[in-house]
């Protein structure tokens, strides 16, 4: 039997990853592996050398790709891991499609579990009738943070937010930022993906970094005073988390957010500035933190807040749970882990162009019922 069964998060190394399987004690760790997906057949080797997945958010490109499939004939269980309710983005984004249902059906119908990380994702996820498991955000230990800058020529603001908060960027955040720089010289950063095109023009676009060590490396060295996070329109805000707050005080500054349930039981005491929907509101806020002294002792508050509401030790019992199963696996799967790598390579490729040709059809159907041709020029399966 495996004395050291094997749990691999298949997934890239992006600030959900980072955030919640961080923090691990090294006798969890070592039961750990992080793979960054690439070619399934490629990826096979390591997938099959596990004892469970935990497969990181994005489930339709990994089920198009035939990911379950593979897991399900090499006799892997595997949980699915979300900090989202991406069912309910994509929708927003593109409408109902019959590749994400058939997608989630497969979900439904395989997965040993689900991992989420608010009441709100869990409840969502009740009638998956499988476990499921809770995580906490935890503060990334691969950056050093460092308070506000004591003095500076002028006021420093990022903003790392999706595009589904840029109606309060516009309406609240842009105004109040334009009023304090009658008085001091403002710099915004935002992130590539935000596309507005009422932004002034000196606002410094950072690029889109996925990886979560250098996105924070990246947003360091910009020495920011404050981070603000605009208020949300998606069906999908009551499924957020306080993960916001531990980036900005990686980033090593001050939050300004909106009221949302993300950030319920954080206060001023807490070092998180929260404003209201107005001009006035998001002002009163942010020219607070243009006074060095107080953007570092708000800063002060917020790291204090955080030492002692994110420890490591809560999400013990999940990991640890995690491993147990992956030892339960280990104990039945002798034969599996024989397979030569050809014949696992052979496995993927099958699964993948099943998959891939199942997947076609049913993009050819989505477009059919849109009324609207598929374009050409997307590639095939896989």
């Not at 997938?47 to 497969?55: D, K, M």
């Not at 995580?135 to 691969?142: A, K, Q, R």
């Not at 002692?308 to 696996?329: G, H, P």
């Amino acid at each position: 039997m495996d004395v050291n069964p094997i749990v691999l998060v298949y997934g890239h190394p992006d600030a959900s990853t980072g955030l919640f399987f961080g923090g691990m004690s090294k006798d969890l760790k070592r039961h750990f592996r992080f793979h960054r997906p690439a070619d399934l057949a490629a990826d096979a080797k390591a997938l099959a050398r596990a004892n469970l997945v935990v497969i990181a958010r994005e489930f339709l490109p990994f089920v198009r790709k035939g990911l379950l499939s593979l897991l399900v004939r090499l006799d892997i269980p595997f949980f699915w891991f979300s900090d989202d309710d991406l069912l309910s983005i994509k929708h927003e984004k593109k409408g109902a499609s019959l590749r994400h249902a058939h997608a989630f059906r497969l979900l439904e119908r395989h997965a040993k579990g689900y991992i989420g990380t608010s009441p709100n994702l869990m409840a969502r996820f009740a009638n998956f009738g499988v476990e499921r498991l809770a995580l906490s955000p935890m503060p990334p230990d691969s950056v050093r943070t460092s308070p506000p800058p004591e003095d500076s020529a002028e006021f420093r603001v990022g903003m790392f937010g999706g595009d589904f908060r840029k109606q309060s960027l516009e309406e609240h955040v842009l105004p109040a930022l334009a009023r304090i720089s009658g008085e001091r010289r403002v710099r915004l950063f935002v992130h590539a993906e935000l596309n507005s095109q009422k932004l002034a023009s000196d606002t410094v676009v950072v690029p889109f970094e996925r990886d979560l060590t250098r996105f924070l490396e990246h947003w360091q060295a910009l020495r920011l005073d404050a981070v603000v996070h605009p208020y949300g329109s998606s069906a999908n805000l009551p499924n957020k988390n306080p993960a916001t707050l531990l980036l900005a005080a990686a980033i090593g500054a001050v939050p300004v957010v909106g009221e949302e349930p993300a950030f319920r039981g954080f206060t001023e005491c807490d070092g998180v500035l929260k404003a209201e929907r107005s001009i006035e509101s998001w002002h009163e806020a942010l020219v607070r933190l243009t006074r060095p002294s107080e953007a570092r002792r708000m800063f002060g508050l917020l790291e204090a807040c955080l030492r002692s509401r994110f420890n490591a030790e809560a999400n013990r019992d999940s990991f640890e749970q995690l491993v147990a199963i992956a030892r339960a696996s280990a104990a039945h799967r002798q034969a599996i882990v024989h397979l030569s790598d050809a014949s696992i390579e052979r496995m993927a490729r099958r699964a993948r162009l099943r998959h891939g040709l199942v997947f076609l059809a049913l993009r050819l159907a989505d477009a059919a019922l849109r009324g609207k041709r598929p374009n050409a020029t997307v590639n095939g399966p896989g």
